[in-house]
Nanobody, 115 residues
């Protein structure tokens, strides 16, 4: 069974930084694209950033130049470095991974930014 476990959320002041981590564990042959999504209250879940196994990245326009996604294929982990956080970045952040052609989600971690 595959599990995604996120960590690193919390409360930060506007302009501050947080780093989210996602660890994939279980019976794994290969991990394809990994990504971070977020969902604010009353809104749909949206893509924040994603990265392929070869390191190609995609970012939402709203986070470009502030967030950086990376991964360690040897450790089956993905990181999201979030800088210059804004109140509009508030939400539950979910890790997503394609593992052996199946899509898995983490349980989510809350990010709160105070103005």
């Amino acid at each position: 069974q595959v599990q995604l476990v996120e960590s690193g959320g919390g409360l930060v002041q506007a302009g501050g930084s947080l780093r989210l981590s996602c660890a994939v564990s279980g019976s794994i042959f290969s991990i394809g694209r990994m990504g971070w999504y977020r969902q604010a209250p009353g809104t749909q879940r949206e893509l924040v950033a994603s990265i392929t196994s070869r390191g190609s990245t995609i970012y939402a326009d709203s986070v470009k130049d502030r967030f950086t996604i990376s991964r360690d294929n040897a450790k089956n982990t993905a990181l999201l470095q979030m800088n210059s956080l804004k109140p509009e970045d508030i939400g539950v952040y979910y890790c997503n991974a394609i593992v052996d052609a199946y899509t898995y989600w983490g349980q989510g971690t809350q990010v709160t930014v105070s103005s």
